[in-house]
């Protein structure tokens, strides 16, 4: 079945630098690579995801990349805040699992001002 | 706003007690799932349903049975809790055909 691996499992930054996030995936079938963030005391909400026929998508400060012949897919954060700490949790979608989700092991970020 | 609700955001048992964790969501999604989140382990599925009275085997079902009664709510069931079941349930749900779950608060089970 699917395996996904994620690093780093934690990551200090300064305030305004950037943060990058890296998943790796098994199964070549899946399709559908969300990012979670699950802050504390809450459970993951879902702040991007792209599919397997886009290279990359951004929204605002946040980004993700996928390689799908290495399949491999990254998390990218570009001028972090404080309010970025959290959880950050990877995902991929194997396609014999309908709308199922195989989730990476978390990444904490802890963002300092 | 989809709402997804967990009946306890807190619940201590002790080993052996019959377990009933409860998940409702209020916008009519098909799919709903149980996850158990532990540090280091991430989020592993248990159990997932696409449909009433459906069910399919996640990662990990061993010592977990679910119901599915209604659409909008999903029962997780610990048959007779231990100690190795201490941890964060998380509940979630979506739509059709969509990949987006949508999580609730969790529920922090401790078994003594």
């Known amino acids: 079945g699917e395996n996904v691996e994620q690093h780093p499992s934690t990551l200090s930054v300064q305030e305004g630098d950037s943060a990058v996030i890296k998943c790796t995936y098994s199964?070549?079938?899946?399709?559908?690579f969300p990012w979670y963030k699950q802050e504390l005391g809450k459970g993951p909400q879902l702040i991007i995801d792209?599919?397997?026929?886009?290279g990359e998508k951004k929204d605002q400060r946040i980004a993700v990349t996928l390689n799908k012949t290495a399949k491999h897919f990254s998390l990218h954060i570009t001028e972090t805040q404080p309010e970025d700490s959290a959880v950050y949790f990877c995902?991929?979608?194997?396609?014999?699992?309908?709308?199922?989700?195989?989730f990476g092991k978390g990444t904490t970020l802890s963002v300092s001002s | 706003d989809v709402k997804v609700t967990q009946s306890s955001r807190y619940l201590v048992k002790r080993t052996g007690e019959k377990v009933f964790l409860e998940c409702v969501q209020d916008?009519?999604?098909?799919?709903m799932f149980w996850y158990r989140q532990d540090p280091g382990l991430g989020l592993r599925l248990i159990y997932f349903s696409y449909d009433v009275k459906m069910k399919e085997k996640g990662d990990i079902p061993e010592g977990y049975s679910v119901s599915r009664e209604k659409k909008e709510r999903f029962s997780l069931i610990l048959e007779s809790a231990s100690t190795n079941q201490t941890s964060m349930y998380l509940c979630a749900s979506s739509r059709g055909r969509s990949y987006e779950q949508y999580f609730g608060p969790g529920t922090r089970l401790t078994v003594t």
């Open positions: 792209i599919r397997s026929n886009v």
């Open positions: 199964d070549s079938a899946s399709n559908y």
């Open positions: 995902a991929a979608s194997p396609n014999q699992a309908g709308t199922a989700l195989i």
């Open positions: 916008m009519d999604h098909e799919n």
